[in-house]
């Protein structure tokens, strides 16, 4: 019987110290997804910097396809958030990404930009009608628009139409933001327009930022 019970409190002392093997494990691939992010970022502000001093083509880091095309603020937030050119997954690791199928933010048409839901764009969820979203781009131009539609979509079935009368911004993540795993057909899609009577719009009514 004291076999029995010794065995059992060993097995049960595996059980407690593997189980929070795990957890310390989850716990650091976390915490590395949200360094990641954050260092990203301040790589790719450097990047921003030196491309609105006029260098053409700067990179974030040496081997990177892509550079910061925008920078973005959501909402009431004072946070703004550079976006990547080019909606690879690669690039999604590090930003939001601007779907180069769709026109630069900004421009005439729809804009498209992607981020992730646990890292950069777990904002959106905090996003309610009327808020408004912000742009700049590197050369200083600036635009605002005003959220106008939120809605979750299956990306199995609906697909994002680009045309548009005036530039619209449309923001993607996946959804539902506190999922377990990723990589389900579930997309939260927001909608802003164009506030053509803002003073950050001053001038644009006829042509497209640029």
Same mark, same amino acid.
């Given at each position: 019987?004291?076999?029995?019970?010794?065995?059992?409190?060993?097995?049960? *002392?595996? $059980?407690?110290?593997?189980? !929070?093997?795990?957890?310390? =494990?989850?716990? #650091?691939?976390?915490?590395?997804?949200?360094?990641?992010?954050?260092?990203?970022? &301040? *790589?790719?502000?450097?990047?921003? /910097?030196?491309?609105?001093? #006029? &260098?053409?083509?700067?990179? %974030?880091w040496w081997w990177a396809d892509t550079r910061p095309v925008a920078k973005l @603020?959501?909402?009431?937030?004072?946070?703004?958030?550079?976006?990547?050119? #080019? +909606?690879?997954?690669?690039?999604?690791?590090?930003?939001?990404?601007?779907?180069? $199928? +769709?026109? *630069? %933010?900004?421009?005439?048409?729809?804009?498209?930009?992607?981020?992730?839901?646990?890292?950069?764009?777990?904002?959106?969820?905090?996003?309610?009608?009327?808020? /408004?979203?912000?742009?700049? =781009? %590197?050369?200083?131009?600036?635009?605002?628009?005003?959220?106008?539609? =939120?809605?979750?979509?299956?990306?199995?079935? +609906?697909?994002?139409?680009?045309? +548009? &009368?005036? %530039?619209?911004?449309?923001?993607? @993540?996946?959804?539902?933001?506190?999922?377990?795993?990723?990589?389900?057909? !579930?997309?939260?899609?927001?909608?802003?327009?164009?506030?053509?009577?803002?003073?950050?719009?001053?001038? *644009? @009514? /006829?042509?497209?930022?640029?």
């Open positions: 019987m004291w076999r029995l019970v010794q065995r059992d409190r060993r097995a049960h *002392l595996v $059980a407690m110290i593997a189980a !929070l093997a795990v957890g310390v =494990l989850c716990l #650091g691939h976390s915490g590395w997804i949200y360094t990641k992010a954050f260092i990203a970022q &301040e *790589l790719i502000g450097t990047s921003w /910097r030196r491309t609105q001093a #006029g &260098e053409l083509d700067s990179k %974030p @603020t959501l909402g009431r937030s004072s946070r703004a958030l550079l976006v990547l050119e #080019g +909606s690879s997954g690669r690039n999604l690791a590090f930003g939001p990404v601007h779907d180069p $199928a +769709s026109v *630069l %933010p900004g421009q005439w048409g729809n804009s498209v930009i992607e981020g992730h839901r646990d890292t950069h764009f777990s904002a959106l969820r905090d996003l309610r009608l009327g808020d /408004r979203v912000r742009i700049e =781009l %590197p050369n200083g131009r600036r635009a605002s628009f005003a959220v106008t539609h =939120l809605q979750v979509v299956d990306s199995r079935r +609906s697909r994002i139409a680009l045309d +548009s &009368e005036a %530039p619209r911004l449309t923001l993607v @993540t996946c959804y539902p933001f506190d999922a377990i795993r990723a990589g389900g057909p !579930l997309r939260y899609v927001v909608t802003a327009d164009w506030i053509a009577d803002d003073k950050a719009n001053a001038g *644009l @009514t /006829r042509v497209p930022l640029s």
